[in-house]
């Protein structure tokens, strides 16, 4: 119905005890391609939350259950990241996003060790994809209060386009928008306000199907987390 009404949510993935996802399931992306679908998310061995890694899990259906990258395959007690962070001190790697195109899959992630950047890696459509991650580099460098990017691959325009918050958590926070022709290299071309003032907006999101597109001729949704407490903080 448009997105009126929604189901009752369910657990559907949790860590593995005594792995290397054991603290954390978070920051979920999803994407359906080959007949499984698949959850990127982000986990730490760091009990403070920071020095992240991206993991990855993938099941028949949208319920489960879930198989976890291992490293060579999928499923067992042993769960790997498939993009590793190797600084210390500083928040890592996470919060993923894709997108199917032209038979190749684009991981959009988080990296920030001091300065937020997106990175962005693809790898061929093939069971084992994770094995045949090739890195690409930075697609975005935000500024400071910024967080994680969400791509989608819009068909009429045939472009990437990103969107991520600004001066996140804050009364002044905005949503920022990038456009990219080939999914490696973004320019930034505007930014969204006035969607809720005071806000407090961060962690933003655009809606697309299961392969990560957006059809124009159908309604789309930009969602948010939001809320400030009585002294403008966020809540």
Not at 19 to 45: H, K, L, M, V
Not at 117 to 141: I, K, M, N, Y
Request: hydrophobic fraction near 30%; charge should be negative.
């Amino acid at each position: 119905d448009g997105g009126i009404s929604w189901t009752t949510e369910e657990m559907t993935l949790k860590p593995t005890r005594y792995s290397r996802d054991q603290y954390s399931i978070c920051d979920p992306a999803a994407i359906c391609f080959g007949g499984y679908y698949y959850i990127g998310y982000t986990s730490t061995e760091n009990v403070g939350g920071i020095e992240n890694h991206l993991y990855v899990a993938r099941s028949a259906t949208p319920d489960g259950p879930w198989e976890k990258w291992n490293g060579t395959g999928w499923g067992g007690p042993t769960v790997q990241p498939i993009v590793e962070f190797d600084r210390k001190g500083a928040w890592g790697i996470g919060e993923p996003s894709f997108v199917v195109k032209d038979d190749k899959l684009y991981v959009y992630y988080t990296y920030d060790a001091g300065t937020p950047t997106t990175r962005v890696a693809t790898a061929p459509l093939t069971e084992d994809w994770p094995a045949s991650l090739q890195q690409h580099g930075t697609a975005v460098t935000k500024t400071g209060g910024s967080d994680h990017c969400d791509v989608k691959y819009v068909d009429a325009a045939h472009r990437f386009i990103a969107v991520n918050t600004v001066k996140r958590m804050t009364r002044d926070a905005y949503i920022e928008v990038w456009q990219s022709a080939d999914g490696i290299e973004f320019e930034h071309v505007g930014k969204i306000e006035g969607i809720l003032y005071p806000s407090g907006l961060h962690n933003c999101g655009i809606s697309g199907d299961e392969s990560g597109h957006i059809d124009v001729t159908r309604p789309q949704f930009i969602a948010f987390a939001y809320g400030l407490d009585a002294s403008g903080n966020s809540a």
